[in-house]
C-alpha cells in the first residue's frame, strides 16, 4: 500500500526558506511589464476617455524621466535599508534566542513580499525609463502616460509596505512571537508524521538472517524519507528495509544507518541485489546541510529547548521567557501524548512488514524537552516549579497512562536535581510538595 510522502514538503520548505525566489520572479514580471505596458500606452494614445486620461500622469517627457529617476533611486536605497534591517534581525535572532531559528526569520513571508514590492517597483521604473522619448527632427515626443502612472501608484504602496514592514519586525524579533511560530510550525510537523488517528504502533520485527548494514553514501542531516520508493524498493527486493536513524541524525559517510534482510526462504542477497539496494536506499533517504521542519518533530523541541536554555545562560539570565518556554513544549508535548508517537511500520498489501522507519518515542520527546531546562534551571524555584507543572499537566492529558513510566522517570531526576539545589526552606518544601501530589 503506497503513502503520500514528504518530498513535495520538502520542496515547499525549501523554497520558503529562501529570500530570493519571489523577489527574483517578481523582478523578471516587471520587466515583462515594462516592456509590455509602454506599448499598451502607445497603442492607446490619445483614444482614452476624458475621465480615465485626466487621472493619468500629464507631465512631459523631462517629468516624467525625472519622475522615474527618482523613484528608481528611492527604491534600491529602501530596498538596501530592508535588506540590512533583515539580516540585523537573522543576527539577533541567532545570538539572543538560537541559530536553529534563522530558518523560521527566512521563511517569513511578509519579508519576501516587502522585498519583492520594493524591487519590482525598482525593476518596472527602469524599464519604463528607457521608453520615454523626447521631440526629435525624427520623431515625435512620447511620455508612457499609463506606465509612469502605475510606477507612481507601486511607488505609494511601497512605502506603505515599509511603514508595515516595520512594524512587521519589530512584532517578529520578540521572544513571544518566535516561540508561537515555532509551536505552529511543530503542531503542522506533527500532524504530518503522527496524525491524530494514526494506528497503534505495530510490532518491529526482529532482524532476519542474512542481514546487511547499509553505508551512507555522504555525510549530513537526516531531513526525510522517500516512503513510496522504500516501499517499492522492498517489494522488488522481496526484502525488509529499515532506517535506523531518526528525522534530525547526523549522518557520516561511510557509517550504517539502515539494515535490510531478505524475506524467508532467503537467506541471502546476491551481489548485485545487495548492491543495487545500497544505491537506492541512499538515493531515498534525504540529507542535508541542516535539519528542516518537514518530516523531523523533534526540530522544533529542539528550538524551544534551545531557548529556554540561552534564557538561563549566566550572560542572559531571563528565567521569565524560560518558564514561557516551557509552557510551549508542555503544550506540545499534551498533544503528543494521544499520538502513538516511535517507529513507524510500512506493509505490503498482505499486511506483511516491509520498511521500518525509526521515530522518536515519547519519552525521547519529553528527555528533548526537559533535560536542558532541568539542567540549567533547577537553580531557579519559578523553572523547577514550571517543570513540575508541565509533568503534571502531562499526566493528567495521558488518561490511558500509556506515558506514565517516562513521566516517573522524569519526575525522579526533578526531585534529585531539586534535594541538590539551594533553596530557602519554603522553596525546597513547595516544591517537594509538588512532586508529591503528582
Not at 18 to 33: G, K
Not at 161 to 190: C, D, P, Y
Not at 194 to 213: I, L
Request: neutral net charge; glycine residues 6%; charged residues 20%.
Amino acid at each position: 500500500m503506497f503513502m503520500i510522502d514528504g518530498r513535495a514538503a520538502q520542496v515547499k520548505d525549501a523554497l520558503q526558506t529562501q529570500l530570493w525566489p519571489l523577489p527574483a520572479v517578481s523582478v523578471v514580471l516587471a520587466v515583462v511589464l515594462g516592456i509590455a505596458l509602454p506599448a499598451l500606452d502607445a497603442a492607446l494614445d490619445g483614444r482614452l476617455p476624458q475621465g480615465v486620461a485626466a487621472l493619468l500622469f500629464g507631465g512631459g517627457p523631462e517629468a516624467a524621466r525625472a519622475v522615474l529617476q527618482t523613484v528608481a533611486g528611492s527604491l534600491i536605497t529602501v530596498t538596501s535599508l530592508t535588506f540590512s534591517l533583515t539580516v540585523v534581525t537573522l543576527q539577533l535572532a541567532s545570538s539572543q534566542f538560537s541559530p536553529r531559528l534563522l530558518r523560521t526569520f527566512a521563511s517569513d513571508r511578509f519579508v519576501h513580499t516587502t522585498l519583492a514590492l520594493f524591487l519590482a517597483t525598482f525593476a518596472f521604473a527602469l524599464t519604463v525609463l528607457r521608453s520615454v522619448r523626447t521631440e526629435t527632427s525624427q520623431s515625435p515626443s512620447f511620455v508612457p502616460e499609463i506606465s509612469v502612472t502605475v510606477a507612481y501608484a507601486l511607488t505609494i504602496a511601497s512605502i506603505l509596505g515599509l511603514v508595515l514592514f516595520l512594524a512587521h519586525l519589530t512584532r517578529e524579533i520578540r521572544v513571544e512571537t518566535m516561540m508561537r511560530k515555532v509551536n505552529a510550525e511543530t503542531r503542522a510537523t506533527m500532524d504530518r508524521v503522527f496524525p491524530a488517528r494514526r494506528p497503534a504502533r505495530q510490532p518491529v520485527p526482529a532482524t532476519g538472517a542474512g542481514s546487511m548494514d547499509i553505508r551512507r553514501s555522504r555525510s549530513g542531516f537526516l531531513t526525510g524519507y522517500n516512503k513510496n520508493a522504500l516501499l517499492r524498493a522492498a517489494l522488488e527486493a522481496d526484502a525488509v528495509i529499515r532506517i535506523d536513524r531518526e528525522p534530525g541524525s547526523s549522518l557520516v559517510e561511510g557509517v550504517p544507518f539502515a539494515t535490510v534482510w531478505p524475506l524467508p526462504p532467503r537467506t541471502a542477497f546476491s551481489p548485485e541485489s545487495a548492491e543495487q539496494l545500497r544505491e537506492q536506499i541512499n538515493v531515498m533517504v534525504d540529507t542535508g546541510f541542516e535539519r528542516t521542519k518537514v518530516q523531523d518533530v523533534g526540530f522544533g523541541f529542539r528550538q524551544l529547548s534551545d531557548v529556554a536554555a540561552r534564557a538561563l545562560s549566566p550572560g542572559i539570565n531571563d528565567p521569565t521567557t524560560a518558564v514561557h518556554v516551557i509552557g510551549h513544549l508542555s503544550d506540545l508535548l499534551c498533544r503528543l501524548a494521544d499520538r502513538s508517537p516511535g517507529p513507524e511500520v510500512l506493509t505490503d498489501n498482505a499486511d506483511e512488514v516491509r520498511v521500518i522507519l525509526a521515530q522518536p518515542r515519547f519519552g525521547d520527546f519529553l528527555d528533548l524537552a526537559l533535560a536542558q531546562s532541568r539542567h540549567y534551571g533547577a537553580g531557579d524555584p519559578a523553572v523547577a516549579e514550571r517543570l513540575l507543572v508541565l509533568l503534571r499537566e502531562l499526566s493528567w492529558r495521558d488518561e490511558r497512562e500509556e506515558h506514565r513510566g517516562e513521566v516517573l522517570v522524569q519526575l525522579a531526576r526533578m526531585r534529585e536535581a531539586i534535594e541538590a539545589c539551594a533553596y530557602t526552606g519554603a522553596e525546597r518544601q513547595r516544591l517537594l510538595d509538588l512532586t508529591e501530589a503528582l
